[in-house]
Nanobody, 125 residues
Framework: QVHLVESGGGSVQAGESLRLSCTAHGSTYRYCMGWFRQAPGKEREVVARLHTSGGITYYTDSVKDRFTISQDNTKTTLYLQMMSLKPEDTAMYYC???????????????????WGQGTQVTVSS
């Protein structure tokens, strides 16, 4: 069993920064972790994800060079450092974990089976 708890969302002005955190509780091994977001009326999309062993990362094009995904040394806390935020980054942000090694070759959202409750990020212009 794995339980994820996000924190760090908020309301900021365009150009400002935020850091999201996601703490994992439970002993089930997590092969991949990721941040996803969902804006009103839109589908949930991947923002960034990483392989917990080896640290391979992936970013969606719209956040490259602005966002950084990372984890702490104990691999229990996942971070998303967001810089130069834009109004289009406004969304509910979710942390997710994949407990199957398949996530390394099939990184689709459907392979992330454990989700946090979400944290709202609002960026105003």
């Amino acid at each position: 069993q794995v339980h994820l708890v996000e924190s760090g969302g908020g309301s900021v002005q365009a150009g400002e920064s935020l850091r999201l955190s996601c703490t994992a509780h439970g002993s089930t091994y997590r092969y991949c972790m990721g941040w996803f977001r969902q804006a009103p009326g839109k589908e949930r999309e991947v923002v960034a994800r990483l392989h917990t062993s080896g640290g391979i990362t992936y970013y969606t094009d719209s956040v490259k060079d602005r966002f950084t995904i990372s984890q702490d040394n104990t691999k229990t806390t996942l971070y998303l450092q967001m810089m130069s935020l834009k109004p289009e980054d406004t969304a509910m942000y979710y942390c997710a974990a994949a407990t199957s090694i398949q996530c390394r070759v099939r990184p689709g959202i459907e392979n992330f089976g454990v989700w946090g409750q979400g944290t709202q990020v609002t960026v105003s212009s």
